[in-house]
Structures are given as structure tokens and as C-alpha cells.
């Protein structure tokens, strides 16, 4: 009965890279609404590619959206970056279909929901997220000096007794750091994001279990846009299509219908319809309707799923332009979910 979930920091290499692809994608929609984008990134020490295609009348400054990345995530000697742009148009291709409202490509999305937490997100990954949070604040306000940007949090979450039967965290730390020092400070984490939720405290704790953890993000491993998908939305809890969100302008239903797939199955649970809820939309290139809709409530449904089924096909356009306009993607502020997680974060329209 025990399931473990993940989360990452907005220092994690592939993080670094998902938070500069959004970064483009919120500068170039608020420049040109009608712009195709798809924004990949990847990091290997100070080198930074920015590739991918783009169709826009607006020009970023490429440069500038990295910096303000990096500073943000607290990255130290920023003069030292390079970076290099190998960007093409969009396929015409692809462009005749989505241009008359056509899905971007083909594919399944998933959506989820359920009951267990406020967020109505999978505890152990709430656990995960808010720790990583927590520990964010903490480095912040200490400039950096004893913990560093990169970490993972896992909570191992035993459901048939509800509560949390190991909490594991690795941070990067300052060199002159002891692991006695890094397990106090993460230690009184971890009981605090289980205190707020009520949960239990006497868990397994792991802190850096290898014992050092001082060369981390991109000089640890190289990071790519796109390689966190799964802390990206329900911790393993749920199906997932495959297709990463950050990068791409709404027109790619891989992340609008995976925001609205979520829309449905939180709306479905937080009615009262259903305790627990996962939809799964799919597409063809360039066409509008979904082929197919599919929902399971895993008996938790206090109707007939047959008529939640059609309730959804009645009450939501599910059109790659219905979508965009029903939770005003173009507008969307795609910084906020480029590190720990597209859900569960009120301001989000899907999550209203």
C-alpha cells in the first residue's frame, strides 16, 4: 500500500530548462497572440541551446528571458552563460491544419483529480511539492550560502494506514557545509510540511543518503525542456500521454488539452460527482473534435458514469479553440507552472 511520489527544484537542470522554454513562450504570447511556438531547451554546464520551431512577428530577446531565468533561480556568475539560438519556422504542414482551428498534433492527454488534498492533487505529491517550496524560501532568504538551488524530494505515503512512511530530500549545499547542518535544516522541513497537512511526523527521513551533494544542476548532468513531465502533474498517480507542456503555445493540445483534461476531472470532484477522476482526451493533426473522450471514476462515482460521460460532451468545447478560449491560454502567465507543477495552483484558470 505504499506509493511514492516525486518532485523537483526550480535548480534542477531539466527545470532550469522547462522555466527558460516558458519564459519564451509568456514573452512571445504577450508580443503576438497568434504566434506558433515550440521552444525547446537544453544546459550543459555554462552552454545554453535554445532550439526548436517559431513563427512570430515578435523577436524575443533571447538573451535577456535566459538572465532573469537564472537570476531567478538563484545561478551565481551569470556572465559566464553562453547562448546559442537554432531556431526554424513551424512546418507549413502543420500550419494548414492548425490554422483552421485544428489540433497542433496528435495524441492522448490526461487529466486527474481527486479528493485527498486541498490542491486536490495526490498527497505524497503535494508532500514533495511543498517541501521543495519550503526549501526554496529557506535558500532564498539565506542568499544561497548554505543550500543551493538543485534538490529532489520523494514521499514514500502508505495509504492503507494514511500516513507518510518515508520522506526523502536531497539538496545541493555549500561545500563548507556538514551533512549534520543540511540534515537539521531539511529535517525541520519535512516536519513542517507534514504538520500542516495534519499528517503524521515519525516517519523514515533521507537526507543526501549518498552523504555529499555539492556539485549539482547543469556541471552535475545536463537538463532538457520536457524531462520531468511526471512532477510536472500527478507524481506517477495518474496517466500521462507522453507529451510535455512547457514550450508550446496553446495551439499544441500535448499542453492545452492535458490543462482542460484536468478542468473536467477537477470539476467532476469538486461537485461532489466523484471522489476521485481521470479523463483522457485524444486528437488527430488538424482536426478540432477529439476523437475520443474516456473517463474513469474508479467506483468512486455517486452517478452513473454514463451520465457524467455525457454531461461532459454537453457542458464543454473541446476544441483546441474552444479550450484556448474557455480558459484564456493566451493570456496565461506559463511562468507560474514551469517549476513545481502545472496544478493545484488557484490562480491557474484550469484550476478555478
Not at 252 to 268: E, F, N
Not at 286 to 309: H, M, Q, R
Request: hydrophobic letters at 40%; aromatic letters at 8%.
Amino acid at each position: 500500500m505504499l506509493f511514492s511520489s516525486e518532485q523537483v527544484s526550480n535548480g534542477h537542470p531539466d527545470k532550469i530548462c522547462d522555466q527558460i522554454s516558458d519564459a519564451i513562450v509568456t514573452d512571445i504570447l504577450s508580443h503576438d497572440k497568434k504566434a506558433r511556438i515550440a521552444a525547446e531547451v537544453c544546459i550543459k554546464d555554462y552552454d545554453i541551446i535554445i532550439l526548436g520551431e517559431i513563427t512570430s512577428t515578435y523577436i524575443p530577446d533571447y538573451q535577456k528571458l535566459v538572465m532573469d531565468v537564472l537570476r531567478k533561480i538563484g545561478l551565481k556568475e551569470l556572465e559566464n552563460y553562453k547562448v546559442q539560438e537554432l531556431i526554424s519556422a513551424q512546418s507549413p504542414d502543420i500550419a494548414m491544419g492548425v490554422d483552421h482551428d485544428g489540433a497542433g498534433d496528435q495524441g492522448m492527454m490526461f487529466g486527474y483529480a481527486t479528493k485527498e488534498s486541498e490542491e486536490m492533487l495526490p498527497l505524497p505529491y503535494v508532500l514533495s511539492t511543498r517541501a521543495l517550496q519550503k526549501l526554496q524560501s529557506f535558500n532564498l532568504s539565506n542568499d544561497f550560502a548554505i543550500l543551493k538551488p538543485d534538490a529532489k524530494a520523494q514521499v514514500s505515503f502508505d495509504y492503507k494506514e494514511h500516513r507518510i512512511d518515508t520522506f526523502l530530500i536531497s539538496s545541493q549545499h555549500s561545500e563548507s557545509v556538514s551533512l549534520k547542518e543540511v540534515r537539521a535544516i531539511i529535517e525541520k522541513i519535512m516536519q513542517e510540511t507534514a504538520e500542516e497537512m495534519s499528517l503524521n511526523t515519525d516517519f523514515h527521513v533521507l537526507v543526501n543518503p549518498t552523504g555529499r551533494f555539492v556539485l549539482g544542476s547543469s556541471f552535475a548532468d545536463s537538463g532538457l525542456t520536457g524531462r520531468k513531465i511526471i512532477a510536472d502533474t500527478y507524481g506517477g498517480a495518474a496517466h500521462h500521454g507522453g507529451g510535455a507542456f512547457s514550450g508550446k503555445d496553446p495551439s499544441k493540445v500535448d499542453r492545452s488539452a492535458a490543462y482542460m483534461a484536468r478542468k473536467v476531472a477537477r470539476d467532476i470532484v469538486s461537485s461532489g460527482r466523484a471522489n476521485r477522476c481521470e479523463v483522457q482526451l485524444a486528437y488527430a493533426i488538424g482536426v478540432a473534435e477529439p476523437v475520443s473522450l474516456y473517463l474513469d471514476c474508479f467506483g468512486t462515482e455517486k452517478e452513473p458514469a454514463g451520465n457524467i460521460w455525457r454531461s461532459v460532451l454537453d457542458s464543454y468545447d473541446l476544441t483546441p479553440k474552444g479550450i484556448i478560449s474557455r480558459l484564456d491560454l493566451l493570456n496565461v502567465d506559463y511562468n507560474l507552472v514551469s517549476s513545481y507543477g502545472h496544478f493545484g495552483k488557484p490562480e491557474l484558470p484550469w484550476e478555478k
